[in-house]
């Protein structure tokens, strides 16, 4: 199992910030996560963003091979904005990164082209937040990608060569060659204009990212949806605990009223427990994630709630908590499972860790709100230095004084809403996501 969870670069919803992540939680749900959910990413997502990804590396390898001078990022960038009209004009898709864009530089009647520069990107910088930054670390986890420099593994490539290039080759028999040579220009000016040879390209292209076909589905239900054949590997998969679990929750698709909660997450592993050896160990996987989950999310809420009571005492806060929450956290917090889980509550480089989590467990338990908001003062400084920061918050003169102050907080959760409280990827939707593209495909 990996040791260091990967992110994609700058994923808005997981990467740790000065700014962000206050109290370390997302090297604890993302550790977790990733002994259920080896290879997705918070926002590796859609399937069809792994077809524009693959197919944009089969041609940057194209480009590269007839002697293209601007190397495979610049390529990849004109073919992602290439894929991106398509995906707008032929099949009026609106759910890709780019989108406004490339909407926009449409309904305007810009003079549209393929580049690296500013004028032709889709995306404010299309290199971090496009498929480039976002897709590959999770393809190559997945086994779609693999090597230096960056090339396609020889099931992605059958995959491309087979069941998508002939789908492209029926626009016309030089409609893949004539993508390479607008892929090899440094500027490529679109032309819309009907039956012109750019607008057959579009509609190929479009034909192919429509929807998803049988020959694609065989290669990402192995490689996205159970993990790829590195799952087999102790060190980084999940030992066949992905693929059943990605089973358990496709499952649950036809509930429209589905959502991930603490009592939804336990009924899958009620289920996981009756599936043999493999089975076992994944529900024993997601118990602890639930345990987690129900200690993270109110405490993160709470924090939150501290940030926006600047200038009171902790008393008075505290005070405010008891009456909002009563002793809902009693029937939520499991201390006996919380304290199992003590090792996995660590953070790398800081061995109290642990320790400060059951201590702010017990305290919210306990109703010990005051002590709970020192609790999470105290993590959160711990946090800070770590970065080599200040603590969001500190008292002076016994009140509380806000360093960081959020306009933009929530409210503190009802005790009501506290055992359906979630608020952490665990990357569960995302395979949940997968296998929705993937749903009714043998």
């Given amino acids: 199992m990996l040791s260091q969870p990967f992110l994609t670069q700058l994923d808005s919803r997981a990467a740790i910030k000065g700014s962000r992540d206050p109290l370390g939680v997302q ?60 995906r707008t004009l032929v099949n009026e898709d609106r759910s890709y990164r780019g989108t406004e864009r490339v909407a926009r530089r449409l309904a305007e009647g810009e003079r549209i082209h393929l580049g690296t ?14 498929l480039w930054g976002l897709y590959t670390v999770p393809a190559r986890a997945s ?71 049988a020959g694609e ?17 102790a060190s980084r998969g999940t030992r066949g605990q992905q693929r059943l679990f990605a089973e358990l929750l496709s499952e649950t698709l036809e509930d429209e009223d589905w959502v991930l909660t603490p009592q939804s997450l336990q009924a899958l592993s009620h289920r996981a427990m009756k599936r ?25 809420a709470l924090f939150e709630h501290l940030l926006g009571c600047h200038e009171q005492t902790l008393s008075e806060i505290a005070q405010g908590v008891r009456k909002h929450w009563g002793t809902a956290p009693r029937g939520t917090i499991d201390l006996a499972a919380t304290r199992e889980l003590e090792p996995e509550l660590r953070t790398p480089g800081d061995d109290d860790s642990g320790r400060r989590w059951l201590l702010l467990a017990e305290s919210l338990h306990a109703g010990q709100y005051e002590e709970a908001l020192h609790r999470l003062m105290a993590q959160n400084e711990a946090v800070m230095k770590a970065r080599g920061a200040a603590a969001w918050t500190t008292l002076k003169n016994g009140k ?33 996501n997968v296998a929705a593209d993937l749903r009714g495909t043998p």
């Fill in 217 to 233: 589905r065989q290669l990402y239900r192995e490689h996205l949806l159970h993990g790829g054949p590195a799952d087999l590997d």
């Fill in 276 to 300: 043999g050896e493999v089975g076992e160990q994944l529900a024993s996987r997601l118990d602890r994630i639930r345990t987690t989950e129900l200690l993270l999310a109110p405490s993160v």
């Fill in 400 to 432: 509380l004084h806000v360093r960081l102050r959020d306009e933009h907080l929530g409210r503190l959760p009802g005790a009501k809403a506290l055992p359906t409280y979630w608020r952490h990827a665990y990357f569960i939707e995302a395979l949940r």
């Fill in 117 to 130: 520069d500013s004028g032709a990107q889709i995306l404010g910088n299309q290199r971090i937040y496009g």
């Fill in 27 to 86: 090297s604890l749900w993302s550790r977790l996560g990733r002994h259920v959910v080896a290879n997705l990413t918070t926002v590796s997502t859609s399937v069809r963003d792994f077809t524009v990804l693959l197919l944009g590396h089969y041609f940057v390898e194209r480009v590269a091979n007839a002697g293209g001078s601007e190397g495979d990022l610049a390529t990849f960038l004109k073919w992602e904005q290439l894929a991106a009209y398509a």
């Fill in 143 to 213: 086994h779609l990608l693999a090597g230096e420099p960056t090339r396609l593994t020889p099931d992605a490539r059958d995959a491309v060569e087979r069941h998508l290039l002939p789908l492209l080759e029926q626009q016309g028999a030089r409609t893949v060659s004539g993508i390479i040579d607008c892929l090899r220009a440094t500027s490529h000016p679109l032309d819309l204009r009907e039956n012109s040879r750019d607008t057959q390209f579009l509609e190929g292209i479009g034909r192919i990212l429509k929807k998803v076909r």
